[in-house]
């Protein structure tokens, strides 16, 4: 590991020293207030929304609050690592960007800020498939970072082999493929602002850009730019995928597969039985089903509905370097960390991407010390006590 994440804090505290103050907050709450005054209102909206009554987003947290770290002493913790090996891959932590769409709705430099942000931390970014900017472009930013691709799967099969075969040739390992948002959910700020970046023609960059889609289109998007966002809605959303097509994904992607939008043991369970490599247990950040468990609630029985079989990674609330801990010991293999660093790109492009990732794994680290762990490995329901 070319950094060592805990430093991160004394040169925080060595800049303030200096008078120097960090390029803004170091905490997570204040992060998401202070967005709001760097962003436009209908993107901070469409950032910050949640489904329907925003019951989900607030579940997500609470699951975290019923869940306590119980920390041991003396047990030389001063060398230790947040390495974790990551459906083959080392990391030097357990944790990836979320595939988060349309970043130029944040900040003009979007993905590609993103991409570079990452792979000078060594994490990996997973590029949406709702990007602003192509994949290729992408993954040139990333330099020599990990590179992961999130799938949202086009209910036509030319367009999905298409994408999956550039993806692969841009370098993309590993595929994660979306179940929970074959349609938008009811999102009421989003509707009361009349925002939907789509309409908007942001987040179609990997379409418009591709040979199978643009086949499909009367006239080239160039020259009726809303037929062709139509016909990519169209293709995109409203159309539910059912368990016996994986095997399609299977046979145009060589690398690890993992489902993204997992929430019960029983479809943790087929996702084992399809031959699938993982699972992410999430609930898209509470965007998608109001009125859902906490994403948390649902990570022990799946974790034991699975045991080793799959790898089973985490997201949707993560916000600080004990929520990290307190998944990882609930038996996720790493997690996804979604809204945090997008308001990081609001606030100063690619810098902000950084310092909120490295302040969250400074945190990571400094917790897993301070709790007695030397790895994330040792983490375990032991480490935690619910109440
Ligand atoms: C603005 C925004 C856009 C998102 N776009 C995508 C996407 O394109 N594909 C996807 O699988 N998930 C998408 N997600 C969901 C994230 O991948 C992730 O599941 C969620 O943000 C995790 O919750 P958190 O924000 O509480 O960390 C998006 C989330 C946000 C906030
Ligand atoms: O808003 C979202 O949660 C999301 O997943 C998405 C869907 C389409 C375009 C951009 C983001």
Not at 60 to 75: G, I, S
Not at 95 to 121: C, F, K, M, N
Not at 145 to 165: E, K, M
Not at 186 to 202: I, T, V
């Amino acid at each position: 590991m070319a950094e060592r994440f805990g430093g991160y804090q004394n040169e925080i505290y060595l800049h303030g020293l200096g008078g120097t103050k960090p390029p803004f907050t170091t905490d997570p709450v204040r992060l998401a207030e202070s967005a709001r005054e760097v962003m436009t209102p209908e993107a901070y909206g469409y950032v910050a929304g949640g489904a329907g009554s925003g019951a989900t987003m607030d579940a997500n947290r609470a699951a975290f609050d019923r869940w306590k770290l119980v920390p041991r002493m003396l047990t030389d913790a001063t060398a230790r690592t947040t390495s974790a090996t990551v459906l083959g891959s080392e990391l030097p932590a357990p944790v990836l960007l979320a595939p988060v769409g349309v970043q130029s709705i944040v900040h003009p430099d979007a993905e590609p800020a993103t991409a570079r942000a990452a792979a000078a931390l060594g994490l990996p970014m997973i590029l949406s498939t709702a990007a602003s900017h192509t994949i290729e472009e992408v993954a040139e930013a990333s330099g020599d970072g990990p590179r992961w691709f999130q799938l949202y799967w086009p209910s036509d099969s030319d367009v999905t082999a298409s994408i999956l075969t550039r993806a692969k040739k841009a370098g993309y390992t590993t595929l994660v493929v979306t179940l929970d948002t074959w349609t938008l959910a009811w999102r009421p700020r989003d509707l009361d602002s009349a925002y939907l970046p789509f309409l908007k023609g942001e987040g179609l960059a990997t379409p418009l850009s591709d040979p199978a889609f643009r086949a499909l289109l009367e006239k080239a998007p160039e020259d009726d730019m809303p037929s062709a966002i139509l016909r990519w809605v169209s293709l995109f959303t409203g159309t539910d995928h059912s368990w016996n097509q994986l095997p399609f994904l299977r046979e145009h992607w060589d690398g690890p597969i993992v489902l993204k939008g997992i929430q019960h043991p029983d479809d943790a369970r087929r996702a084992v039985d399809a031959g699938m490599d993982g699972i992410v247990v999430s609930n898209h950040g509470g965007r998608q089903v109001d009125g859902a468990i906490g994403s948390l609630e649902a990570l022990p029985p799946i974790a034991s509905a699975v045991g080793d079989r799959i790898e089973v990674l985490f997201d949707s609330g993560v916000r600080t370097g004990a929520d990290i801990l307190k998944a990882l010991a609930l038996g996720a293999k790493a997690v996804l960390v979604g809204r945090p660093w997008v308001y990081g790109l609001g606030h100063a492009g690619e810098d902000g991407v950084r310092h909120v990732l490295r302040s969250l794994l400074a945190d990571l680290d400094l917790t897993l010390g301070l709790t007695g762990h030397r790895s994330v490995g040792e983490l375990g329901p032991e480490s935690l006590q619910r109440s």
